[in-house]
């Protein structure tokens, strides 16, 4: 079976079906202690980019110019939290059958990541949008000056009049690390580089559950990425789901209820944990296939 791929906005549909969502939750560390020994361990510096990108989710595209002017009027009423604190770090893709090696105890460079995903739906009869978090980038105050970017935009109502035949849209907003071929620059920074040991994917992690109705459909084997962060107790955080591909939206439904159960050995720096984005693959095989 082709493994297809789906559009990340559905991703929040698969946990509001499958999973209760939960915000990020502070780990009880020494964080005073980690900090210090965090921002110590810079090895070196890297210019980062921070992307805009624009879409409509429920119909046909944006137009290029209205989401271009969209993304215009964000990035300019966007106002980054000061002091910017950078939390989690970009990291590599794992198998959940995974088995740790040598290498996994070998720290990487790694720069941090941000990703930040916002909905609002725009309607000709309503005079302002209410933004919500689709995405949770982690950073603190990032989210709400996200949120309050878009509103301040929304308020020039032409920008996010819905087509002429459409009485309403839904429309996503990304602010990523991460570039798309629809996004633009946002941000320019540097980013320091730490040296990681990464996340690794505990041994007993059990599989996810072969979906009925693909069995039923004769099918035998499914594959699913999906990319979350792996918090600092090697949790994954259920705020920051994306789905890379999948075989099918079963085999994506199946692999987000799974993901609540799999434990890590969360990344670390110098000793101290750190949260980790990561792609972590699902595959489904029945037996005797």
Not at 55 to 79: K, N, S, T
Not at 110 to 130: D, E, L, M, N
Request: aromatic share 6%.
């Amino acid at each position: 079976m082709a493994t297809h791929w789906i559009p990340r906005a559905s991703v929040a549909t698969l946990i509001w079906i499958a999973v209760p969502t939960r915000a990020a939750q502070s780990q009880a560390t020494d964080t005073t202690r980690c900090d210090s020994i965090v921002a110590a361990a810079r090895a070196d510096s890297v210019p980062v980019t921070v992307f805009l990108a624009v879409r409509r989710i429920d119909g046909a595209a944006l137009p290029v110019m209205q989401a271009q002017v969209i993304g215009d009027y964000i990035r300019a009423a966007f106002v980054p939290p000061s002091p910017f604190r950078l939390t989690t770090f970009a990291g590599p893709a794992r198998m959940r059958v995974l088995r740790p090696v040598a290498s996994d105890t070998v720290a990487d460079l790694r720069a941090p990541t941000i990703t930040g995903v916002y909905r609002f739906t725009a309607s000709k009869r309503a005079t302002s949008v209410a933004p919500r978090i689709m995405r949770a980038s982690l950073i603190p105050g990032f989210d709400s000056a996200a949120i309050a970017a878009i509103v301040e935009m929304a308020r020039v109502r032409d920008l996010v009049a819905p087509p002429e035949n459409d009485d309403s849209m839904r429309v996503d907003v990304r602010m990523s690390t991460d570039s798309t071929a629809d996004a633009h620059r946002m941000i320019a920074a540097t980013f320091p580089r730490m040296p990681v040991i990464d996340a690794v994917p505990r041994r007993d992690n059990p599989a996810a559950a072969f979906p009925e109705d693909e069995r039923a459909d004769s099918a035998t084997s499914g594959e699913v990425v999906l990319r979350f962060v792996v918090d600092r107790s090697g949790t994954p955080d259920m705020a920051t789901i994306e789905l890379v591909r999948a075989t099918s939206l079963s085999f994506a439904r199946a692999a987000v209820v799974a993901l609540p159960s799999q434990r890590f050995a969360p990344a670390t720096i110098r000793g101290c944990a750190v949260g980790q984005e990561i792609d972590y693959s699902f595959s489904f095989v029945l037996p005797n296939h």
